[in-house]
């Protein structure tokens, strides 16, 4: 069978399209465009469409291509502006996040009422400032006042404490040891005691005035002079050596001194009693070492200065036994100097020559027994 015709595999005519196909099997028309379509060339077979613009890319901060977020559908019609969504703007202004604020923190006052913390009613404050001020005010008063008074509370102990190392030259003997001294109470079993000056030796350094340990116990503070002076008893039957060691320490070294000679029980050694003034043509011409009986010996820390005592009896006689001061005064001792009285006689003088010493300093801070 031979092929068709060419005209009758392919149509001599473009065939229509869409809505300008005719109808019913009429003869062909002009295919018909809306106002403002490109026109169609005899080769297109299809329907041409609008193209669609691809929506922008952005970047990240880590460098990766996201897409940027889709605009807002516009309204329909080609005229329809294209406005961006102000929740996506950088620039805008409107804040999508919603703003929190938080309150002031309470506490409660002393009725139990709530208050802000931190703060304080109107009434403390004001309490409080006139508090500050008031006691601004007072403390530098005291300063100004010490100031212009040219001392303050160390100065006034560091000048008692010399003044009292100076009396020795500036003070009158008989202030010093006065003729007469009275001990009421002093006795024993309470009994009054009165003592009269029979010698007082002239004023010098230590050399010679004490056995050697003692010297070497005392020479850590040094010997600026030494005041002694002999009393004896009404009845003169008892003698007693006083005596006053004017130092060359400071506070700290007696301090120290006291310390040793208290833990050390050092006043009560008998190797350590001190040697007794026996002054010619009295009552004490036979008072030497082996006649001592008692003794003590105070080592003052508010002063630059030791005071000491011993004593015995007047007619000469030896002792065999010395007895501390201490625990010849105490009830029941049996001891000779003590059923004798001579550890009241040393106690009793030495007590009242160290008050007499510090009347001329001024109001004492150690009350002698």
């Not at 340990?213 to 009404?234: E, F, I, K, M, Q």
């Not at 002792?319 to 001891?335: L, T």
Request: aromatic share 4%; charged share 20%.
């Amino acid at each position: 069978m031979p092929p068709p015709s060419p005209s009758a595999r392919f149509p001599d005519a473009a065939p229509t399209v869409g809505r300008d196909a005719p109808r019913g099997g009429g003869a062909a028309q002009a295919p018909s465009r809306r106002p403002g379509a490109p026109a169609q060339t005899p080769t297109e077979t299809t329907a041409r469409l609008r193209p669609i613009p691809a929506a922008p890319e952005t970047e990240t901060a880590t460098g990766t291509d996201v897409p940027a977020p889709r605009a807002a559908v516009p309204p329909s019609g080609p005229a329809a502006p294209r406005t961006p969504d102000p929740a996506l703007s950088w620039s805008t202004p409107h804040d999508p996040r919603p703003l929190v604020s938080f309150g002031e923190p309470e506490g409660y006052d002393g009725l139990a009422r709530p208050r802000p913390l931190g703060g304080r009613p109107r009434p403390q404050a004001v309490a409080a400032a006139v508090c500050l001020v008031l006691g601004v005010g007072l403390l530098t008063g005291a300063v100004t006042g010490s100031w212009l008074a040219g001392d303050s509370g160390d100065d006034g102990a560091r000048s008692a404490y010399t003044e009292a190392g100076d009396l020795w030259h500036s003070v009158p003997v008989d202030q010093l040891f006065p003729p007469t001294l009275l001990g009421k109470g002093a006795g024993p079993g309470g009994a009054d005691r009165t003592w009269t000056r029979v010698a007082v030796a002239p004023d010098g350094d230590c050399a010679g005035a004490f056995d050697r340990l003692l010297a070497r116990a005392l020479d850590p503070v040094g010997c600026s002079r030494l005041l002694r002076a002999t009393y004896t008893d009404a009845t003169q039957s008892h003698v007693t050596t006083v005596g006053l060691l004017f130092t060359k320490a400071d506070a700290a070294a007696m301090t120290a001194l006291a310390d040793r000679f208290e833990k050390q029980g050092l006043g009560r050694r008998e190797d350590l009693m001190p040697l007794p003034y026996a002054a010619k043509g009295t009552v004490a011409e036979g008072f030497g070492a082996p006649q001592r009986a008692s003794w003590t010996v105070s080592v003052l820390t508010d002063a630059p200065v030791v005071v000491y005592a011993v004593s015995g009896w007047a007619d000469g006689r030896t002792v065999d036994e010395p007895e501390p001061a201490e625990e010849a005064i105490e009830s029941g001792a049996a001891s000779a100097p003590a059923q004798a009285g001579l550890g009241h006689e040393a106690k009793g003088l030495a007590d009242r020559v160290e008050r007499a010493l510090r009347r001329n300093v001024g109001p004492p801070t150690e009350h002698p027994s």
